[in-house]
């Protein structure tokens, strides 16, 4: 199992990738899967082997140019591919590392004594003439089209949403998509709740937290917000970099979104706050007593780990109808789904309509990681079946 450089497994407060990887590796182990990990050496699983080329996090350098954060992957990964050839025991590699991951892994599946290899695509999603042509995203089909026939090279995507605009050259590498799952009884369900809202993403523009800022601030609710801002996850060190004109962090699309969207109606309105990152119990806690949690998405999310994280908690969700929250949410009944800010506004007033029971019961159902491991051991027996097939 191959996780980014960027965060330990499981995390100390944001890292969607890293909470995803934790639930499934620790489930496959529970299956009579025996899963070493790659990732940092502050990784900790109980039982898990850990492989580490890097001791620390390598978080703070994600947001850097490219020429200074992809060394970073790229060493990584090669460390990885090293042991793995080195061991020549492993019957299968699960990548988790974005564009890199799988552009590499496709030259090393080339190597006679390395397994196959399964991609889970996490997201970005793949684009489209619409998305390039209306936002000036540059078109990344052609690196995933570079990619077609590659042998004992597989992909699968965290949502069916995510993969309906794969590349039809990728065809016969495609698995049936794999929902993301979390440990449920980790997450204590709270039925009484207070009165406010709150928000958990990184901040960027196409989170949307300044939609629920703006919500809250005209219909006089209370909003926390929590998440990472460019890599800063602290309430303190943010205001800090927020009152210095020189500081480094102005140069970060992120940064400047909070500084330009989010921060004026923090200083306006004392009952709109940030929180710094949260993790652990602590993030249980502030999931739990939420109102309802809020997602203004403005991009094809490809799954939304929050989400499901605040329905264990038995916290209703109000989101965008974007990406993949058409799979998770079922409008009126866990949550409700906009197709405007008009209607998302609409809908905030309705929460109490929800029943925080189902949206439990949701997550148990559908979204547990007993069942994503089950799932993945499903494509990993499919993979090895084609292997000998070959």
């Known amino acids: ?29 529970n299956l009579g899967v025996c899963v070493e990990l790659f990732s940092i050496g502050k990784s900790r699983i ?19 140019s490219l020429y200074e954060s992809s060394p970073i992957v790229l060493a ?37 004594s390395l ?14 003439p619409k998305l390039s042509n209306n936002h000036g995203i540059p078109d990344n089909r052609p690196m995933w089209q570079q990619l077609a026939n590659i042998k004992n090279l597989y992909i699968v995507g965290i949502s069916k949403t995510l993969m309906r605009e794969a590349p039809p050259e990728l065809k016969r590498q495609l698995l049936a998509s794999v929902h993301n799952g979390i440990e449920v009884k980790q997450f204590r369900f709270r039925a009484k709740k207070q009165k406010h809202f709150i928000t958990l993403a990184r901040f960027s523009r196409e989170k949307g937290q300044h939609v629920a800022a703006k919500l809250c601030d005209e219909l006089g609710y209370s909003l926390k917000m929590a998440g990472t801002v460019a890599g800063i996850d602290s309430e303190r060190k943010l205001v800090l970099e927020l009152a210095n ?55 094809e999310e490809p799954f939304g780990m929050a989400v499901i994280e605040a329905f264990a908690c038995g ?14 949410i079922e409008h009126g009944v866990n949550g409700f789904l906009a197709k405007s800010v008009p209607e998302f506004r609409k809908y905030m007033q309705r929460i ?4 925080p029971a189902r949206c439990r019961q949701t997550v148990e159902e559908l979204f547990s990681t007993h069942i994503m491991a089950r799932e993945y ?9 084609y292997k000998s097939r070959s």
């Open 76 to 112: 990584h990964l090669l460390f990885a591919i090293d042991e793995i050839v080195k061991d020549g025991k492993f019957d299968i590699i699960h990548d988790h590392n974005g564009f890199l991951g799988p552009a590499l892994l496709r030259l090393a599946t080339e190597i006679p």
């Open 315 to 328: 916290t209703p969700v109000v989101a965008m109808t974007r990406g993949a929250m058409p799979e998770i």
């Open 115 to 128: 397994p196959p290899v399964l991609h889970t695509l996490h997201g970005p999603p793949f684009s489209s």
């Open 245 to 299: 004109p020189l500081s480094e962090y102005r140069s970060y699309p992120d940064f400047r979104y909070y500084s330009d969207n989010v921060w004026p109606l923090t200083v306006s309105n004392p009952h709109i706050t940030y929180v710094g990152n949260v993790g652990g119990h602590r993030k249980i806690n502030f999931i739990g007593a939420a109102k309802a949690l809020l997602f203004p998405i403005d991009w």
């Open 1 to 29: 199992m191959i996780t980014p450089p960027w965060l330990s497994v499981p995390p100390d407060g944001y890292g969607g990738i890293e909470v995803v990887v934790d639930g499934l590796t620790r489930e496959l182990t």
């Open 352 to 355: 109490e309509e929800i029943d």
């Open 46 to 64: 109980k039982g898990i082997k850990i492989h580490s080329l890097y001791k620390n996090e390598q978080y703070s350098h994600i947001h850097k």
């Open 377 to 385: 051991l499903k494509r990993y027996h499919q993979i090895l079946g």
